[in-house]
Nanobody
Framework: QVQLVESGGGLVQAGGSLRLSCAAS??????????VAWFRQAPGKQRELVAS???????TYADSVKGRFGISRDNVKNMVYLQMNSLKPEDTAVYYC???????????????????WGQGTQVTVSS
């Protein structure tokens, strides 16, 4: 059974940085082609895609985070990371790691295309 566990959230001042981590178990990134993603959900808003990366490193970012956030993956450790720089109060949300078995190429962008999810980690950016 695939499980995802996020960590690294917290409270940070605007302009600061955080690095989120997602540990995957139950499958091996080096054996199975998977796409990984980070989504976020702010209070009262729908969950939205932040960044996604396929097994061939094709990457997509939401326009709101381009140039500030970076998604990466370690296929040996089965880890996914989200480096968040120049954080803004509007980045405040619960951040979720997601995964789906997928062929290389453009990674899925819609929430319903991912079938494995972590429990979420809270990121709060103060002004």
């Amino acid at each position: 059974q695939v499980q995802l566990v996020e960590s690294g959230g917290g409270l940070v001042q605007a302009g600061g940085s955080l690095r989120l981590s997602c540990a995957a178990s139950g499958l091996s990134f080096s054996d199975v082609p998977v796409a990984v993603a980070w989504f976020r959900q702010a209070p009262g808003k729908q969950r939205e895609l932040v960044a996604s990366k396929s097994s061939d490193d094709t990457t997509t970012y939401a326009d709101s985070v381009k140039g500030r956030f970076g998604i990466s993956r370690d296929n040996v450790k089965n880890m996914v990371y989200l480096q968040m720089n120049s954080l803004k109060p509007e980045d405040t949300a619960v951040y979720y790691c997601a995964l789906v078995r997928a062929l290389p190429g453009r990674p899925p962008r819609r929430e319903n295309e991912y079938n494995y999810w972590g429990q979420g980690t809270q990121v709060t950016v103060s002004s």
